[in-house]
């Protein structure tokens, strides 16, 4: 069976590792579709890596902690229309059978507004392991390489993340 587990990974993380390797771990579990949202955003707190950037992340990432053959990889633009989102995922990803997520309005969405099954993933210190707080430290000078796996470091450093967060952080809110 196929999943479908997303998010914006701005940064990617070791959560992120934690929750693949959890929905790899069910038995009725094959495949991953991983799907970057807000695609299309950048250069913003909450978004400030590129669709691009954040995709070579994630294969990367991808490839040094599981078989690359069992993942799907893409992004996805935001619509900003709750009601036919869902729907719109649908239509630009392979086929998938559930969606593992803890995101509340994504649950509500996929479950009101589509057959697909929902399950949740146990949160892993979500006190360190989160994309806000990474970049909170990352502003801040404080040290935030121990939550990103290592093979993602030089990728942070090519894309000048920290000079590109700090220099945001001064014209954007933290979000």
């Not at 990617?12 to 038995?27: A, C, D, R, T, W």
């Not at 997520?101 to 057959?115: A, R």
């Not at 099954?117 to 146990?122: A, C, K, L, M, N």
């Amino acid at each position: 069976m196929r999943a479908l587990y997303l998010g914006r990974f701005n940064p990617p993380h070791k959560g992120h590792i934690y929750s693949l390797e959890y929905i790899l771990n069910q038995p009725d579990i094959d495949e991953i579709i991983i799907l970057i949202g807000s695609g299309e955003k950048a250069y913003s707190l909450k978004n400030p890596f590129t669709g691009g950037e954040r995709y070579e992340m994630v294969v990367t990432m991808v490839k040094e902690h599981f078989n690359y053959d069992q993942f799907f990889i893409s992004a996805i633009p935001d619509i900003n229309r709750n009601t036919i989102w869902p729907a719109n995922v649908i239509d630009l990803i392979p086929s998938f059978d559930v969606i593992f997520t803890n995101n509340s309005l994504v649950q509500e969405l996929f479950t009101d507004l589509s057959n697909k099954e929902v399950r949740e993933i146990p949160l892993n210190k979500r006190e360190e392991l989160s994309g806000k707080i990474i970049r909170e430290k990352m502003i801040k000078g404080e040290n935030w390489q121990q939550a990103i796996p290592d093979e993602l470091l030089p990728l942070i450093e090519k894309y000048q993340g920290i000079k590109r967060i700090q220099s945001l952080a001064t014209k954007d809110e933290i979000k």
